[in-house]
């Protein structure tokens, strides 16, 4: 069975910072894992995926998450905090069964970036 | 090219009432899912369609209900409303639903149970 953790609902960094959100996933075959941003009164967006191809993984925005398999992680980064990142991230892996598919999300984590 | 569309994005009912929301995949996409939001269990996973069938179920109540056109669009009925329906209702799309295949959400319905 597929799960995933979000270590940490809440992570506040100042601008320029750089951010960590952490992942861990729990999967019984190889994981396709996702991450997404939710912005107030929005829907998801696709920051990034890994599908095997790469360990490191980069996304829109200048977002990139790295592939551990040993720490079954896929913790999300980036280098330096734009106040325009602020918002709720979540974590996915993808739950897969012959052809269907369905997302088991993480509870999320809600970035706050100040100035 | 366009995303996923969903309509309506707000509404509000009163108990009893039924709801239909609608979902328009990303073009060339087959498969359309459904998720439900809410701040106390978070994102949950309803239904997936896919060649109007359903494919997939969640862990919903027989008042949840879906279905899927030959066009790829799809609606979903919930009936009887109660106050804890009140979510953000997420459709995603993805080319064949299989693995490796990436999925992409709309902006969601927000539905109001009063």
Redesign the interface.
């Known amino acids: 069975a597929q799960s995933v953790t979000q270590l940490g609902s809440h992570v506040s960094v100042s601008e320029g910072a750089l951010v960590l959100l952490r992942c861990n996933y729990s999967s019984s075959v190889p994981p396709?894992l996702?991450w997404?941003v939710q912005y107030p009164?929005?829907?998801?967006?696709?920051l990034l995926?890994y599908?095997s191809a790469a360990t490191l993984v980069k996304g829109i925005n200048g977002f990139e998450a790295e592939f551990k398999k040993s720490e079954t992680s896929f913790h999300l980064t980036k280098p330096s905090a734009h106040m325009s990142d602020a918002a709720e991230y979540?974590c996915?892996v993808?739950f897969?069964g012959g052809?269907?598919?369905?997302?088991?999300?993480g509870?999320?984590t809600l970035l706050a970036v100040q100035p | 090219k366009a995303g996923?569309t969903?309509t309506p994005r707000y509404l509000i009912k009163t108990r009893g009432q039924q709801v239909t929301l609608s979902c328009s995949p990303i073009s060339g996409h087959r498969?359309v899912?459904w998720?439900q939001q809410t701040p106390g269990q978070?994102?949950q996973?309803l239904f997936?369609y896919?060649s109007e069938t359903q494919?997939?179920k969640?862990n919903f109540p027989g008042r949840f209900s879906g279905r899927q056109f030959s066009n790829s669009r799809s609606e979903m009925n919930v009936s009887t409303l109660e106050l804890g329906d009140s979510a953000l209702y997420?459709c995603?799309s993805?080319r064949?639903?299989?693995?490796?295949?990436?999925?992409?959400?709309?902006?969601?319905s927000?539905l109001t149970v009063v």
């Open positions: 396709y996702f997404y009164n929005q829907g998801l967006q696709l995926k599908t979540f996915a993808l897969y052809a269907t598919n369905k997302l088991i999300f509870t999320g | 996923v969903q498969s899912s998720y978070g994102l996973f997936e896919f494919r997939n969640g997420l995603a993805s064949t639903g299989g693995e490796g295949n990436t999925i992409y959400f709309g902006e969601g927000w």
